[in-house]
């Protein structure tokens, strides 16, 4: 673009946390580049301000699914089918930056589909790619963000149709899987008993090689979705750093409690009409609940830890928000009103 060569460049790189895809853009670095152009030398410095970031992002990708299951005369499980369509982040990538042709399969939009640890005799799962003129980019846990909502809501619907309890029917599908069920039961053991007027929602979820189950405790005031308490139980294999790794499930359930219960993007005539926290909310010191992390001991090779938190968070949610009401939440965020 500028036709400087690599030896005449300088990369100053701040020690700084994950920016979860953002980061991996460069359109930031092709503005200040073309400014510095035109500027015959001058020092530049660019600065979005967060009406530009929000208006101007990569945006997570739109996404839908549709379930179906089989079950036989004992409540057992015989089918299951899955059918999803979103947009491909790997693709708009790969053009975006590289200027390369987009197109082929992409596995982030099955992740968290297709590798279920769930045990079904038969099972289908499809996906189809549906291009979108708006710019996706990778949102913290990418293609396991949505589809946990998907199936982890899934379960619980499944279970309601069989007769059995949703923590003993995800017993029953994970028999084979012990890693699985030590963070299902130390979950459960943690959380305990729900307070009178709350209700435990449960979720379990593997990604990036982690294993995490959540268990989150709602409540509902006049209509508004309240989430007092997330209990986490994660195996990523050896605890390298314990601490951190309590850190960043903190963290996880926050982010992925706002993009719950508020984050929104919508668009007007091609433009998008969020443009900073007053009409785009994130969760506030006031509304975060306790989180609370099980670290499982193991002897497995350490693995991903940045993300796995995240995906159980909308449907462990979801799934307490139908005990108390009765009413199943299909879409996100999730709302009462």
């Given at each position: 673009?500028?036709?400087?060569g690599k030896?005449?460049v300088?990369?100053h ?15 930031m ?11 015959a ?11 530009e970031?929000?208006?101007?992002d ?25 059918k ?6 790997t ?5 975006r930056?590289?200027?390369l042709p987009?197109?082929?399969p ?8 297709f ?5 079904f005799?038969n ?7 549906a ?5 996706i980019?990778y ?15 899934f379960?619980?619907?499944i ?29 459960l053991?943690?959380a305990?008993?729900?307070p009178?007027?709350r ?5 379990l ?7 995490v ?10 209509r ?7 209990v986490?139980?994660?195996?990523c294999?050896i605890?390298?750093?314990p601490n951190?790794i309590?850190?960043q499930?903190e963290?996880?359930?926050i982010?992925?409690?706002?993009a ?26 006031h ?9 499982i001991?193991?002897?497995e090779?350490?693995e991903g ?7 159980p968070v ?14 199943r ?9």
């Open positions: 673009m500028a036709g400087v030896e005449h300088t990369v790189v701040t020690y700084l946390g994950g920016g979860f895809g953002r980061r991996l853009e460069i359109d670095v092709a503005q200040a580049v073309a400014i510095a152009m035109a500027a030398g001058a020092p530049v410095q660019v600065i979005w301000s967060r009406e970031d929000t208006t101007h990569m945006y997570r990708p739109a996404a839908l699914a549709r379930f179906s299951a089989s079950l036989d005369g004992n409540g057992q499980v015989i089918g299951f089918d899955c999803s369509a979103s947009g491909s982040i693709q708009q990538v790969i053009k930056t590289f200027g987009s197109g082929g992409d596995k982030t939009t099955v992740e968290g589909e590798d279920l640890p769930y045990e005799p099972q289908r799962i499809a996906h189809v790619i291009p979108t003129p708006v710019p980019g949102w913290r846990s990418v293609g396991h963000s949505h589809n946990a909502f998907f199936t982890e809501s379960i619980d619907e279970a309601l149709a069989a007769g059995k309890n949703e923590v003993v029917f995800r017993r029953e599908l994970l028999k084979n899987h012990p890693r699985h069920l030590a963070v299902l039961d130390a979950a053991a943690k305990g008993s729900a009178a007027g209700a435990h929602g449960v979720a979820h593997q990604s990036f090689g982690s294993i189950a959540e268990v989150a405790e709602v409540s509902i005031n006049a508004n979705i309240v989430v007092h308490r997330v986490c139980a994660v195996d294999g605890a390298v750093n951190l309590a850190q499930m963290s996880a359930v982010f992925g409690l706002s719950a219960l508020f984050g929104e993007i919508t668009l007007q005539d091609g433009k998008v009409q969020q443009d900073n926290f007053s009409n785009y909310p994130v969760v506030r010191m509304q975060a609940p306790l989180v609370e992390t099980v670290i001991a193991s002897t090779a350490p830890i940045g993300e796995p938190g995240l995906p909308a449907p462990a949610v979801a799934n307490a928000i139908f005990k108390l009401t009765g009413t939440l299909r879409s996100l965020p999730l709302r009462l009103t």
